[in-house]
């Protein structure tokens, strides 16, 4: 059974910080590659980070110079670490693993006040 689970949300001030974990269960998860994905209210969701197998990243230019994405292979968990958060970066974060399949986590919820 595939499992993501997602931690490290919460209400943050606006210009502060949060870590995101996600541990994976079920997968090969050093094949995978893995993204961060974040929704807000009436938005689509759309992809933040992705970290390659190989560990190569990329960001979404919103959040390029504030946010990285890393990866432990070991603890078969991806982190995205978030700083300088603003109010729109407001929206519940999921965790995603992509290889043949795909497979989502539940989600954790980040609020940003202003």
């Known amino acids: 059974q595939v499992q993501l689970v997602e931690s490290g949300g919460g209400l943050v001030q606006a210009g502060g910080s949060l870590r995101l974990s996600c541990a994976a269960s079920?997968?090969?998860?050093?094949?995978?590659?893995m993204e961060w994905y974040r929704q807000a209210p009436g938005k689509q969701r759309e992809l933040v980070a992705r970290?390659?197998?190989?560990?190569?990243?990329d960001y979404a230019d919103s959040v390029k110079g504030r946010f990285t994405i890393s990866r432990d292979n070991v603890k078969n968990t991806v982190y995205l670490q978030m700083n300088s958060l603003n109010p729109e970066d407001t929206a519940v974060y999921y965790c995603?693993?992509?290889?043949?399949?795909?497979?989502w986590g539940q989600g954790t919820q980040v609020t940003v006040s202003s």
């Open positions: 079920g997968i090969s998860f050093s094949l995978n590659a």
């Open positions: 970290i390659s197998r190989g560990g190569n990243t």
């Open positions: 995603h693993a992509v290889r043949n399949a795909e497979y």
